[in-house]
């Protein structure tokens, strides 16, 4: 007991566990570490994209449980008003217009997913986007989406 509380960075005063799950897969983070951000990272990795080989079935739980967590409305709108800087609960519930039991319950799960970092100051708890890909993510799928968007207005309209 006297270990939970002296883990302030906790995510919302329940105990957090240093592994990471993915659909059901426990991995600690070396194991995580090892097997994906090395390999992720690395040149080699993005020659075995362009090559289409396949990648591994852990792998691709992985990147299937980074899209699950990011394939939720609402957490799209916290990280979109994390965009302008860190900001805290009551910040984020205004802006989301959310209720703070369930903006809490998306942070944690960004936070847990290592796309959020949370930092507490006092009582109140600061969230920020820890993952530096996450804005160009965004960025990436919004302009896929605002072309094919463009060219499906093109061919109903018969513009092109």
Request: proline share 4%.
């Amino acid at each position: 007991m006297a270990e939970q509380g002296a883990r302030e960075d906790d995510g919302a005063g329940e105990e957090t566990d240093e592994g990471f799950d993915a659909h059901g897969i426990k991995l600690d983070c070396i194991s995580l570490y090892t097997h994906m951000i090395i390999p992720m990272s690395s040149p080699c990795f993005l020659r075995r994209i362009a090559k289409h080989n396949p990648l591994p079935d852990e792998a691709l739980q992985l990147v299937a449980h980074r899209f699950a967590v990011l394939a939720e409305p609402m957490r799209l709108r916290l990280i979109q008003a994390l965009f302008a800087g860190e900001k805290n609960v009551t910040e984020l519930v205004a802006i989301t217009e959310g209720t703070q039991a369930n903006v809490s319950r998306h942070l944690q799960t960004l936070t847990n997913a290592h796309i959020l970092g949370r930092r507490k100051e006092g009582l109140q708890v600061f969230y920020s986007i820890s993952d530096p890909t996450i804005p160009k993510l965004c960025e990436l799928v919004c302009n896929s989406l605002e072309k094919s968007l463009t060219r499906e207005v093109g061919r109903l309209t018969g513009k092109r």
